[in-house]
């Protein structure tokens, strides 16, 4: 049972970690973060290096999303530009994996940023249709640039390195993303502790009242797109090194429609949602994989029904959470720890 | 430049065109009554051509029997996903409504692979095959027969639109709900009418479409042209939706014929963008006024 903390403070109420509790539990889980590629076998390791891109991308997709209202139906191909910067950097330079992924996280928020300039004009859905085309169109680039993204056959590139380091494993693969998940979560925390975020989160509540409050509509607004696809970039560079090949079907529209399911499932404007949502998105399919494997024994065609479960089961997922836990895995988490801390006194 | 071949593919591309206005017709049916922009519009016209397919290929039935069954099945799909998962979600923001349509799409997707498998198939033909001229011009006969039959059903949805009662009562909820409730319109009924009407069109503009260019689980991509017609076209404009649909598909087929398949999408995505920037609400939709 939790007593209540009177905060007496503005930063204690702005703080990140209320209690020290928090902090315990939060230090035991980096801790387990770091233990686990010494025990998880190569299978799981290669789980946890997608699950920490998903996160780093949902992350980015929430802050636009989630935060500041902006729907988007482009994370997958800002993802495609920070994976192509990448590979192209990769094959053309000898640059090491920091420079790379900041390189092309600034690519992804470049562009990201000349996608979000007609936000100030549309909004709502026909800015969904906007970032919709802006995918179309960067597709198109990717498939037809030839002479720098490879064509259709797409890239593959060297594996990432460091001080002469390289990072061709996915045990190696998981020291880089994982540290990088919770750096990017941590940054994307505090910023909502800043006038920008809050900022963000005045445009989300109502765009023509934070006007009023003086916030610069188009320049926040375009802040958001840089952040949110600075970090899809990241996830994309980071995609890029892991599977070490990058072509122009890496990146489809259902990979942006993933990207929004997560956070809706997650939660929307909700960090921990988004990460929660990322997390089950990215294990759906697999404990399906598992299931069919399980089942072939009995069912020999059940592979068959594999792919068409998934469509399903993905689609139900988004249209069961919109109508029954709108507020996502975030809700059902609090829901939970709501029950343990007042656990003994309540029934 | 040869205008032989340039005329005949735009005679392709307007046909086609015209097939884009009936199924933009239903999208904007459907959103100018209820406000839900639907993006599972392609997913149900599949599923109403693989329905055709069950019944005049599977069933064997008489291809003029099947096709109005399957017309009638995609209508209920579009009644049944109104009552069943949009009317919940009444109030809620439009982009939750809008990933509701999403994720109904995806559904549908999974069950019509599990049910027909993600092969392509071809649908039987039923439509005549002696070739069509149009003075000089030749025309495949599935997209002249595809255009009449679209058209027929265009012209019957505009005439009652105008003069029956419950064409009335949709036109009267689209422009004031809470005036058309108090005047005794039965506005629950008016939102199930409009989705079985969009899906009825969608649903016989999908059996022709996939007569002409065949059928698979990918099919429902097409719902993204018709999202190109109805921004361009302007949400809640009818008129609009028949201009901007024959306009997309003559420009998508021409710019396929001329560059190549690949450059489809983008060339009328071009259009779009150009469009949101200059008119964000399509060259005849209302333009909308927020107030605090």
């Known amino acids: ?347 | 430049m040869d205008w032989m071949f340039f005329g005949e593919i735009s005679l392709a591309g307007l046909a086609m065109g015209g097939l884009y206005s009936l199924i933009a017709l239903g999208f904007v049916i459907i959103y100018k009554a209820t406000r839900v922009i639907n993006f599972a519009i392609g997913e149900i016209m599949m599923f109403a051509a693989y329905l055709f397919l069950a019944f005049a290929g599977g069933m064997e039935m008489s291809a003029w029997i099947a096709l109005p069954l399957a017309v009638a099945g995609g209508s209920i799909l579009g009644g049944v996903i109104e009552k069943t998962m949009i009317r919940p979600m009444l109030g809620e923001s439009p982009i939750s409504v809008v990933m509701v349509t999403i994720g109904i799409a995806s559904i549908l997707v999974g069950l019509v692979e599990f049910i027909w498998t993600a092969d392509p198939q071809l649908l039987p033909s039923f439509l005549p095959r002696e070739p069509v001229f149009i003075g000089e011009l030749y025309l495949a006969p599935k997209i002249a027969y595809g255009f009449l039959i679209g058209a027929a059903l265009l012209i019957v949805y505009l005439l009652y639109f105008r003069f029956s009662r419950g064409g009335v009562a949709l036109r009267a909820t689209a422009s004031d709900q809470a005036a058309a409730y108090s005047m005794g319109i039965n506005v629950r009924r008016v939102f199930s009418m409009a989705w079985v009407f969009g899906s009825l069109a969608a649903s016989l503009a999908g059996v022709l479409v996939a007569a002409t260019g065949g059928l698979s689980p990918q099919f429902g991509i097409i719902g993204l042209s018709v999202l190109v017609v109805v921004i361009v076209g302007g949400l809640d404009s009818i008129l609009g939706a028949l201009i901007a649909g024959v306009f997309i598909g003559w420009l998508e087929t021409v710019a396929g014929a001329y560059f190549g398949g690949e450059y489809r999408m983008p060339a009328t995505f071009l259009v779009l963008a150009v469009i949101l920037v200059i008119r964000p609400y399509g060259l005849f939709g209302t333009h909308e006024i927020e107030r605090v």
């Open chain 1, 1 to 347: 049972m939790r007593i209540g903390d009177a905060k007496q403070t503005y930063e204690a109420d702005e703080a990140i970690w209320t209690t020290q509790t928090q902090k315990l539990w939060f230090g035991l889980f980096l801790l387990l973060l770091l233990v686990f590629p010494f025990m998880a076998d190569s299978y799981l390791l290669y789980l946890g290096c997608l699950v920490g891109i998903a996160v780093i991308s949902t992350t980015g997709l929430n802050i636009l999303t989630g935060f500041t209202g902006l729907i988007s139906l482009g994370q997958a191909g800002f993802m495609g530009v920070g994976a192509y910067t990448v590979a192209w950097l990769s094959v053309n330079t000898a640059l090491p994996f920091p420079v790379t992924l900041l390189l092309a996280g600034l690519m992804a928020a470049a562009v990201g940023i000349l996608v979000g300039l007609p936000s100030l004009r549309v909004k709502g859905l026909y800015l969904a249709i906007a970032t919709l085309a802006a995918s179309v169109f960067l597709h198109f680039i990717f498939a037809e640039w030839e002479s720098v993204t490879g064509g259709m056959g797409g890239m593959s590139l060297e594996p990432a390195h460091l001080f002469g380091w390289s990072f061709q494993s996915d045990f190696m693969m998981y020291f880089i993303i994982v540290p990088l998940a919770v750096l990017m979560v941590l940054a994307a925390a505090n910023v909502f502790r800043t006038r920008i975020g809050r900022a963000f989160i005045a445009i989300r509540d109502r765009d023509i009242s934070a006007e009023i409050l003086g916030i610069d509509l188009l320049r926040y607004k375009l802040m958001s797109f840089a952040l949110s696809s600075f970090y899809a970039g990241v996830a994309g560079g980071l995609f890029a090194y892991f599977f070490r090949v990058v072509t122009p079907e890496s990146f489809p529209l259902s990979m942006s429609i993933f990207y929004l399911a997560a956070v809706i499932v997650g939660g929307m404007g909700n960090l921990l949602g988004g990460i929660l949502g990322a997390v089950f998105m990215t294990l759906v399919p697999e404990a399906l994989k598992l299931l069919t494997s399980a089942l072939t024994p009995f069912y020999p065609n059940a592979p068959v029904f594999m792919s068409p479960m998934l469509e399903i089961i993905f689609g139900a997922l988004i249209v069961g959470f919109l109508i029954f836990e709108p507020h996502g895995l975030a809700e059902i988490w609090h829901r939970i720890r709501r029950f343990f801390h007042l656990w003994p006194f309540r029934n």
